[in-house]
């Protein structure tokens, strides 16, 4: 018997800003997201994506600002390179209540962000939206978020990690045991609302955190929402093996892709849970047209639009280093910074021979991501391609010219990818989770959080 062949999951990749990962492209004549402030954009963005059956709109996030880059932000201001840069979490009511079925992921920093309010404000979004929530756990990499924070330097890699462990232990006793599943009968003749004995006071006392409560939502219906996660350092895959549901990764080439996703399945494995109790996506940017002569026409045409510098800046906020510092062709040199560990090994690893000309050249549409051109059949086989040969199960679309490119993509290659049997026609029933693993609405029973659930 044939195993059927794996279903693409599709992510819009977005950020409620102007500028997020194809730098430049908001001066594109067609292009609105400098309407991100309106709720109009999102929930029409929203509702586009819903009719692409898209599984899920994640939207990035970061605290500060990217200053590295010739140790200031000029260029930060000037492309608008994520700043300004509004709160991603408030977009979501209104889009959740313009469709129906698409979910939607949501960048917090951790490190910033208070456990006790922040547990209610997810379980409020995910009762608002009917399960269709997910969390996008960062620890943050900015020296800048760090200082406007009140810090004098971002905490250290790994001990941003060790503080996350904790953080997501009382996530899981306020989320999933301090109410238990029967708590709440609202019985109006017995005037009871919830049962007093089966909602349970939260007792933390830890090494970062101390919290002492009640949870103050009654469950929603997915209890903790989807854990998503894009660390690929040693202790951010460790950490992701123990309490990601979905991960991001950034792929370059097949090889390095597959082993990063064998990476990830052997840390779950190692943790316990299966090697399908994670969802992999990586990032990408799809540039789509009727033939594959007009695809090669629009690249270039938004290649005249896109800032390569903007891209590099960025990179230069990622990484920690001041790459404007250097010459064109002088070599990045290998140097310590507590910015994203993953980028920084990937630009100073030995033999590589990144000059800033060189990084300006990967950046030519405003971003590092693969990006595919061709048209729809073209599109198709790539998509299917990275699929069946890394082991992904779908992608994180970044966006160009919206919504242009969303609506490209929705028209163009869907069908193509639905014609062959790889991308569903119809949205299943269910919350976030259940659409994406098919097995309920709650944490597996092999994932770390269900051991903190009520009996």
Sequence with gaps: MTTPAKQVLLNAFNMNTVGHINHGLWTHPRDTSSRYHTLGYWTELAQLLERGLFDGLFIADILGVYDVYGGNVDLTL????????????????????????????????????????????????????????????????????????????????????????????????????????????????????????????????????????????????????????????DRGLAFAGRHAECVFLSGQDQAATRAQVERVRGAAVAAGRRADDVKLFMGLTVI??????????????????????????????????????????????????????????????????????????????????TALVGDPGQVADALLGWIDETGLDGFNLARTVTPECYGDFIDLVIPELQSRGRYKTAYAEGSFRHKLFGRGDHLDSRHFGSRFRQD
């Design 288 to 369: 789509v047209a009727p033939t594959a002569a007009e695809a090669r026409d629009k690249h270039a045409e938004y290649l005249s639009y896109a800032s390569a510098e903007a891209g590099v800046a960025h990179h230069s906020a990622s990484v920690g280093i001041d790459l404007a510092a250097y010459g064109l062709d002088e070599p990045i040199r290998p140097q310590r910074t507590e910015a994203i560990e993953s980028a920084l090994q990937r630009l100073v690893a030995k033999d590589t021979g990144w000059t800033r000309r060189k990084l300006l050249e990967q950046h030519a549409l405003g971003g590092r991501y």
């Design 78 to 233: 000037r492309e608008s390179i994520q700043l300004p840069v509004n709160d991603p979490l408030l977009l979501v009511s209104a889009m959740a209540a313009s469709t129906r079925h698409l979910s939607f992921g949501l960048t917090a920093n951790l490190t910033y962000e208070p456990p006790y309010p922040f547990a209610r404000r997810l379980s409020t979004l995910d009762h608002l939206s009917e399960g269709r929530v997910g969390w996008n756990i960062v620890t943050g990499y900015l020296d800048s978020a760090a200082r406007a924070m009140g810090l004098d330097r971002q905490i250290a890699h790994d001990r941003r990690y060790d503080q996350a462990d904790e953080y997501l232990e009382v996530l899981y006793k306020l989320l999933e045991g301090s109410w238990a599943d029967d708590a709440v009968v609202r019985d109006r003749a017995q005037r009871i609302y919830a049962r007093p004995e089966r909602v349970r006071k939260v007792e933390h006392h830890g090494e970062f955190f101390d919290v002492e409560g009640y949870h103050l939502c009654e469950p929603s219906r997915q209890r903790t929402p989807v854990l998503f996660q894009a660390g690929s350092s």
